[in-house]
Every structure is written in structure tokens, then in C-alpha cells.
């Protein structure tokens, strides 16, 4: 269906907004959001009806859907002043007033093939997962209660996964007692991945099978199943949940940036350059985290009014000085520059407050506290917010503040995006905390597993050298000393004294006390 409204075009199919023959960048919410607006012209909508329709298993704030009004305005023309198109009704909800023209494709689109650039186009920007229903192998009708249970709970699981989108519980339904045609169904679902599966009784047990399959190049990506007792259904069906969670998002994300490196950086959509630069960046190699700045200056470019684009690209400028790449003087201006351009593009961003919270860790720590709890507000399954308010409160003195934040880091790690890119962070900011609460042993493990997680982290190698040199290790500290200067060779006692942050001036003399024994003179 095509729905047209003064010089735009609305293709639902397609999922393209076009002015005139330009097509308009729009995220898949925004989209979403227009379009049910538009689908419902003759009347207005509640905003129950909104997040119902938008998020039907999610839990968002009012603030999350006035930014996607705002940018659906935006997108069209409108503002939320003049009201032309998208109208606010006080108690009532929104309408769309603008007059609406519906047309009929002439001819059924073709079905998806692999590697057809149309098709790429057709699809939604970023990856969607839809949660088929299982098959019911025996045929029982007893089972059924517990297979729908099963959806329900993997589709609630992923749902919580911010850089995933879910294809809802009523369109998945639509697949039952269906023969699934997987290219069909995934075009028919604008679903890039299906999982899929069935259950059948097996002597005492319940077996359930599960496959994650690629509906785009018809492809099983992973398998598994799942053997338990019937007597320990009801207690074990968490566990098989989030064991299924567990084993498909990294493998979700890994096959994004498969699909992302196969492309030229001028081919790159805004999300696949996210993919792109967030492999560069959890390398830790200094040359390939500049080649991720690169890929999000080209991005910034080709889609200006992306909040999070920016949002990135500040958060690797930020991290050139985290690392110790480069001076604090130099670059944190220009990062906050660039966090407060994406602030002013959607205020309510989570990603926006957090680069402009990390940005300002480097000035004041605690100036940095209000934004990363802002950023938690708005996304509460922002590991990496956890992360940087930890690291805050560790440069802070708050250690055991830290600690807890960097706990959380760990257990949500896995639901958010920026963590894919930040691999091993939340050892390694415990690793600091512990120096600043003088637990240097527990330090140093800290800074083993976040070595051992990303090993050209320079970070994870100086949370090893400064524990271990105050714990009188002297050696380890000095071995630690040759790592940082093989992966930083810039790093020197000047280096230390002016960009260290930490807020207590004891904490600062540890600091270079530590380097100093590690070797570390000039």
C-alpha cells in the first residue's frame, strides 16, 4: 500500500518515505509510528494505542514517544508548533489531518533474493527478529499452553534487547498452522531473522528444538535443543530462555557485521556503519579505532539529522583520550561539540547523554553523573551508561558505587548495543575502582579478565600496572608497563599528570606514584 499526502509518499511495503522523487531517511520506528498515524487519518489515537501498535512488548517512557513524534514532523515537514500534518489533541491522542490518498501496487512484489540490492532497500535498517510459533510435534492440545507460554517469554526476552527489534506477538501468530516458506515469511514479517523450532515429548522429557535462521539468504545460522522433565517444566523454562538469549544475540551481531564488512563504506546504510565502526572499535588498535571515527564521520555526513550517529562519533573521539592516544586538551571540546549536536537533534537519545556524560568525565567526573543517569532514564538496559557511571564514581572516590554500577554493566552487557563495541569494560573499570579502595589484588584479577576479553585495551593494561605496582609487584607492574607502551607509545609521566581526572588528590598521587615505580620517569 502506498499512501500519499502532498508531495510524500508513504510506501508501506517498501518501507520508503519519499518527497517528491527523493527518499527520506526515516528509523524503523519513526516509520512505524507515521504509519499507523496515517493508516488511522480518519480518526485520532490515544497514546495507549500508540505504544500498544509501536512497542506492543516493551515498557517506554512518554519521553521516547515525543521524540519519535517529533521526528515523524520532522520527516515530513511539520512541526510541533504549526501542527499541519500531525496534530496533538489534548486527552484525546494525535490524528494525522493532512489529506490522504491511498493507492494499490499494480503488481505483487517480487519475493526476497539473496544479494538483490532492491531488496536491501526494502527491508527495515536495522536487523528484526521474529519469534515463529513452535510446532507442536505430538499434537497434543495439552501442550499447547506451554508453547505459547515459550513465545510469549522469548519474544519478552528479546524485546529487551535495544538494538534488536522484535516483530510483535500478534503478526508472529499470523504464522500458525502455516507451512513456512522462509524468504515468504521473513518478507511477509520485514523480518531479516526467524527463529523457529517445536516440541515433542520424549519418554519423561520435553524436548524443544530450536534453529536461528537467516530468512534473507535462507540459511540455518544455529541450532540447538533443549532436553527437560516434564515434573521441572514450569521451573526450567526461564533457564532455556535465556540460555536460547544468550547463545543468539552475540550471533545475531556477528552475522550484522559479516554483512557489514562485505560492503563498501559508500554502500553502507547508518546502521551498518554502526556495525561497522563498532568491530573497528572493540579491536582497540589505534589505527582501526580511527578508521571507526572515519566510517562515523562519513556517516554524519550521509545522514545528518541521526542522533546517534553522532552520538557515536563522539564517543570514539572521546575514547582516543580514555585510551591514551590522545590529548585531553586537544579532542574533549571537540567531543562535546559533537554530543551537543546530537542533543540538539533529539534531546531524548539516550545514546546523546551518555557520549556527552563520557565526554565530560575528562573535565569534572561528577559533572559527568546527571547525564549518564539521564541516559539510564531513557534506556534502562544501557549497560554501557552503567559502565561510564561507574567509571565516574571510581574517579570520583565513590569505589563501592562504582563496583555495583560496573556489576550491572556486566549482567546487561549482552541487551545493548554500545557494549558490542566495548568489550571487557566492566572488569576493567572495577579494576579502577579497586585501586582507588586500595584492593589491589582484587584490582589486578579485574584487569586480567578485561585483558583477557579485549588485549589491546590500554586501559585493561594500566589497571594492571597500577594495582600490581601498589600491591609491590613491582615486576608485573613493569611487564605492564612494556604492554601499555607497545599499544600507547605516547604515554608518558606528562601524559599521566595531565590527563588523569581522578577528583581526590590522593587518588592522583597513587596514580603516578604507581607509574613511577612501574618504571615510568619521564
Known amino acids: 500500500m502506498v499512501y500519499r499526502f502532498r508531495d510524500y509518499a508513504l510506501d508501506v511495503g517498501r518501507r ?13 520506528q519513526v516509520f512505524d509510528l507515521l504509519t499507523y498515524l496515517i493508516q488511522n487519518h480518519d480518526r485520532a489515537v490515544s497514546k495507549e494505542e500508540v505504544f500498544n501498535a509501536i512497542w506492543p512488548a516493551k515498557v517506554v517512557c512518554e519521553a521516547t514517544l515525543s521524540s519519535r513524534l517529533n521526528a515523524a514532523r520532522n520527516a515530513i515537514g511539520d512541526n510541533g508548533r504549526d501542527q499541519h500534518l500531525i496534530r496533538t489533541l489534548r486527552t484525546k491522542g494525535f490524528r494525522f489531518v493532512g489529506e490522504v490518498r491511498q493507492e494499490n501496487p499494480a503488481s505483487t512484489p517480487p519475493l526476497i533474493i539473496a544479494g538483490d540490492p532492491d531488496v536491501e532497500c526494502a527491508l527495515m535498517d536495522r536487523p528484526t527478529l521474529a519469534v515463529l510459533p513452535f510446532e507442536n510435534m505430538d499434537g497434543d492440545p495439552k501442550e499447547e ?7 510469549d517469554d522469548l519474544i519478552t526476552e528479546f524485546a529487551s534487547c535495544d538494538w534488536l527489534p522484535t516483530v510483535s506477538r500478534d503478526s508472529s501468530l499470523g504464522c500458525k498452522d502455516k507451512p513456512i516458506e522462509v524468504q515468504q515469511t521473513s518478507r511477509r514479517l520485514r523480518a531479516r531473522y526467524l527463529l523457529r523450532g517445536s516440541v515433542r515429548r520424549v519418554g519423561d522429557h520435553q524436548r524443544i528444538s530450536v534453529q536461528l535462521v537467516d530468512g534473507f539468504a535462507d540459511r540455518n545460522i544455529w541450532a540447538n535443543r533443549y532436553d527437560v522433565t516434564v515434573a521441572d517444566l514450569a521451573t526450567f523454562m526461564d533457564d532455556v530462555v535465556k540460555r536460547v538469549a544468550t547463545s543468539i544475540r552475540p550471533l545475531l551481531f556477528h552475522a550484522e557485521q559479516l554483512r557489514a564488512g562485505r560492503k563498501s563504506c559508500e554502500a553502507l546504510n547508518t546502521w551498518e556503519s554502526m556495525v561497522r565502526a563498532l568491530s573497528l572499535m572493540n579491536t582497540r588498535e589505534r589505527t582501526l579505532v580511527e578508521d571507526a571515527r572515519l566510517v562515523m564521520q562519513e556517516a554524519s555526513l550521509a545522514d ?36 551537543r549536536t546530537a542533543l540538539s537533534l533529539n534531546s531524548d537519545e539516550a545514546w546523546a547523554h551518555l557520549a556527552f556524560g563520557y565526554a565530560n568525565i575528562w573535565v569534572h567526573p561528577e559533572l559527568a553523573v ?4 539521564k541516559a539510564l532514564g531513557l534506556n534502562p538496559n544501557l549497560a554501557i551508561a552503567h559502565y561510564l557511571l561507574a567509571l565516574a564514581c571510581a574517579y ?13 554493566a556486566e549482567r546487561l552487557g549482552p541487551r545493548d548495543l554500545l557494549s558490542h563495541g566495548n568489550s571487557g569494560a566492566h572488569y576493567n573499570v572495577r579494576a579502577t575502582a579497586c585501586f582507588g579502595l586500595g584492593r589491589y589484588h582484587a584490582g589486578i584479577e579485574f584487569a586480567r579478565k578485561a585483558i583477557i576479553e579485549s588485549p589491546g585495551m590500554p586501559t585493561a593494561h594500566r589497571a594492571f600496572l597500577i594495582n600490581n605496582a601498589l600491591a609491590g609487584r613491582r615486576e608485573e607492574a613493569k611487564a605492564g608497563l612494556q604492554r601499555i607502551q607497545r599499544v600507547a607509545p605516547s604515554m608518558s609521566q606528562i601524559w599521566i599528570r595531565e590527563s588523569a581526572v581522578w577528583s581526590r588528590g590522593e587518588d592522583h598521587r597513587k596514580y603516578v606514584e604507581a607509574f613511577r615505580i612501574a618504571g615510568l620517569i619521564k
Open 145 to 151: 499452553r506451554f508453547i505459547r507460554a515459550l513465545m
Open 396 to 408: 570520583a572516590g565513590q569505589g563501592d558505587l562504582a563496583l555495583s554500577h560496573g556489576e550491572i
Open 16 to 28: 520508503e518515505l519519499r518527497h517528491g522523487s527523493v527518499i527520506c531517511h526515516v528509523e524503523p
Open 370 to 373: 546527571p547525564h549518564l543517569e
Open 304 to 339: 545528518p539529522c541521526s542522533a546517534q550517529v553522532h552520538s557515536l562519533l563522539s564517543f570514539i573521539t572521546t575514547l582516543g583520550v580514555h585510551q591514551g592516544w590522545q590529548r585531553r586538551a586537544q579532542e574533549i571540546p571537540h567531543a562535546l561539540h559533537i554530543a
